[in-house]
Each structure stands twice: as structure tokens, then as C-alpha cells.
């Protein structure tokens, strides 16, 4: 089955509006009609520049990396998804690694938050993955499981449909070090598998499942070559306009 190939540049909390601009520009201006849907989730004070900026631009579709789980409120230093939508955001990544780790982002939360933005109309990229004593255990799969199972399965299969997956070995973000093809795809297989027990295979023969850890333009082919693998959320390499464009011409 044919599903859809993306590549995510997740440029958490980097670049000015200058640097954003003049990134957004070299992208659009070089990267032809990618053959993966090339989503850009820059920060919240980006986000209409960069959609001004992708008008016309083949390919290129606009993310968030966060949203808060109610719609409005006495909620300082947050964003909602009406907000978001608003922004003309069409993707919004959920349950980041870092956003569990630094900001204590539960399973039942990011359950409210995935809710939220498929009521929006939006598309949750939702992340999950393993640190290192859970990939040393050899539990890593059992970990991940629950994660899906926890935040994802509450969902009819009508909004899981609109659900893209990022797996993420979190002992892999931003340490250089990245899983290899074979260790992603033994993940993205026990992901699709499980979704199969849930939601049928019809359906997990749909979802995209991505991988995010340390892509870069050496690994991208090889990673993206895995018969799970559908694309890459990717972090610092997506900073850097000619390493980003390798990934996306990696497909």
C-alpha cells in the first residue's frame, strides 16, 4: 500500500524572523515539487510569517510543535488550536520527547491535546519513543505500546486516520547518535503491528510513521529505505537549508 512519505523539520526553539524568512525562501526557491510533503513547524511567533511565505509553494505544508489542550483561557504563555488553525496550520506536533521530559507532559494529557486538534480539523504528528535504560531493558517495544495505546486508542478509526506517527528513541535527539535502519524499522514494524491489533490492517497499512533522531543527509536514504519508515521528523538538521533539502530528496 502506498502512504504518505513526509519530512518534518522541527525547528523548536531556534532562528529569529530574520533566520526564519531567509531559511523558509532557500527552501521554497531550490526545493522543486518534493516527492514527500515537507512540513515546517517552526516557532509560534513564525507561524504566519511561514505560511505567507509557503503561498504557492508546492509541497510545503505548516506546522506548530505544541498547543494547549483548552480551547481559550486564563492560560499565560500558552497557544490553542483554534489559535493555531487560525494561523492556517495544518499539522501540530504532540507528545515530543522534550515536552514530556522538560514540561511533564503525561499520557492522559496528550490524550486531551490529540482530541483537541483533530477537533480543529488539524493533523496530530504524535511522538513516542524510548530512553536509553528502557531501550537496555529490552522493553522498548513494550514502552512504546503503551504510549500509542495510552494517548491514541481512545479515537474513533475515523480520527485515528488523520493521525501521523513519529517514533523517537530519545537516547537519539540531538546526541548525534542515531538508530540504525534495522532498529528503526524492528520499532515502525511493532508500531504497525499494533495498530493492526487495534484498528485493523487496512488502517495501519495507511498511517505514516515516521522517524526522528539525529536525521541527517548521510542517514536519511538508508532510514527512509525501511519498508515502515515513511519520512522523518526532523530536528538541527532542518536548520540547515542544504542538509534539509538532501533529507527531502532522499525519498
Same mark, same amino acid.
Given at each position: 500500500?502506498?502512504? %504518505?512519505?513526509?519530512?518534518? /523539520?522541527?525547528? *523548536? ?15 521554497? %526557491?531550490?526545493? /522543486?515539487?518534493? *516527492?514527500?510533503? @515537507? ?12 505560511? $505567507? ?19 481559550? /483561557?486564563?492560560?499565560?504563555?500558552? @497557544? ?11 499539522? @501540530? ?19 486531551? *491535546? ?36 495510552? $494517548?491514541?486508542?481512545?479515537?474513533? +478509526?475515523?480520527?485515528? $486516520? ?18 540504525? +535502519?534495522? %532498529? ?44 515502515? #519508515?515513511?519520512? /522523518?521528523? #526532523? ?12 533529507? @527531502?530528496?532522499?525519498?
Amino acid at each position: 500500500m502506498s502512504r %504518505q512519505k513526509i519530512a518534518a /523539520g522541527n525547528w *523548536k526553539m531556534n532562528l529569529t524572523l530574520e533566520e526564519g524568512r531567509l531559511l523558509v525562501e532557500a527552501l521554497t %526557491q531550490s526545493a /522543486g515539487t518534493p *516527492k514527500a510533503e @515537507v512540513v515546517l513547524c517552526p516557532p509560534f511567533m513564525h507561524l504566519t510569517m511561514v505560511k $505567507s511565505l509557503l503561498a504557492g509553494a508546492d509541497g510545503f505544508s505548516l506546522g506548530a510543535q505544541n498547543c494547549h489542550q483548552e480551547l481559550k /483561557g486564563a492560560f499565560t504563555g500558552e @497557544v490553542s488550536a483554534p489559535m493555531l488553525k487560525s494561523a492556517g496550520v495544518e499539522y @501540530v506536533i504532540l507528545g515530543h520527547s522534550e515536552r514530556r521530559e522538560y514540561f511533564g507532559e503525561t499520557d492522559a494529557l496528550l490524550a486531551k *491535546k490529540v482530541d483537541r486538534v483533530l477537533e480543529e480539523g488539524l493533523r496530530p504528528i504524535f511522538c513516542c519513543g524510548e530512553p536509553l535504560p528502557i531501550r537496555e531493558e529490552g522493553t522498548h517495544v513494550a514502552h512504546v505500546r503503551a504510549q500509542i495505546s495510552a $494517548s491514541l486508542f481512545h479515537l474513533s +478509526p475515523d480520527l485515528f $486516520s488523520r493521525i501521523v506517527i513519529a517514533y523517537e528513541p530519545i537516547w537519539a535527539i540531538g546526541t548525534g547518535r542515531t538508530a540504525s +535502519p534495522e %532498529q528503526a524499522q524492528e520499532m515502525h514494524s511493532a508500531i504497525r503491528s499494533l495498530l493492526a491489533e487495534h484498528f485493523g490492517a487496512e488502517m495501519a497499512g495507511q498511517t505514516p510513521i515516521l522517524y526522528g533522531g539525529s536525521v541527517n543527509a548521510g542517514n536519511a536514504a538508508s532510514l527512509f529505505s525501511q519498508p515502515d #519508515v515513511d519520512g /522523518g521528523l #526532523v530536528g538541527g538538521a532542518s536548520l540547515k537549508t542544504e542538509e534539509f533539502l538532501q533529507i @527531502v530528496r532522499s525519498f
